[in-house]
């Protein structure tokens, strides 16, 4: 991610697209938050020059005049994320009382409140049932053969 000065060209509202990855954020402080990337397989919290091209591309692509704004900062962090891409939540099979809310990768800072009234309503009612299928962590546990 980049977080530019936005003193200049201040954009009102978040700014995307359905061909850019990334999208332009005007935070409340006066800079401009412009990310995120996905780096599969990668690790580290140190910035790629792909991923701040690719956030760098997104300004160039849905805001021209944040390019000539200054670099403040610029980061990387790790998301949690499934095989299938999909979230899992709900209870953990052979467990009572464990219960997940994980893997929603780029969303999970915008699904967090909507995902934390499910899994607590869930857990207050002691219905996983709430959960579409899909989203099981059962679906990732080893298949021991039986039944």
């Known amino acids: 991610m980049a977080l530019l000065e936005g003193s ?27 990310g995120t990337t996905v780096e599969r397989g990668r690790w580290g919290t140190r910035p790629t020059p792909q991923g701040l091209w690719q956030c760098i591309d ?8 944040l390019l000539r704004e200054e670099i403040v900062a610029v980061g990387a962090g790790l998301r949690p994320g499934t095989a299938d891409d ?3 939540l709900g ?13 929603h990768l780029r969303l999970g800072i915008m699904l967090a409140p909507v995902t934390a009234d499910l899994v607590a ?27």
């Open 8 to 34: 200049t060209a201040r954009p009102r509202h978040i700014l995307g697209g359905p061909s850019v990855a990334s999208y332009v954020v005007p935070r409340v402080d006066g800079l401009i938050w412009i």
């Open 58 to 65: 997104t300004a160039r692509r849905v805001a021209p005049a």
């Open 86 to 88: 999909l979230p899992a």
């Open 91 to 103: 209870r953990v099979p052979g467990w009572r009382n464990l219960w997940v809310a994980t893997g």
């Open 121 to 147: 309503a869930a857990i207050e009612q002691e219905d996983a049932e709430v959960f579409p299928p899909a989203f099981s962590p059962g679906r990732f546990a080893a298949d021991t053969g039986t039944a």
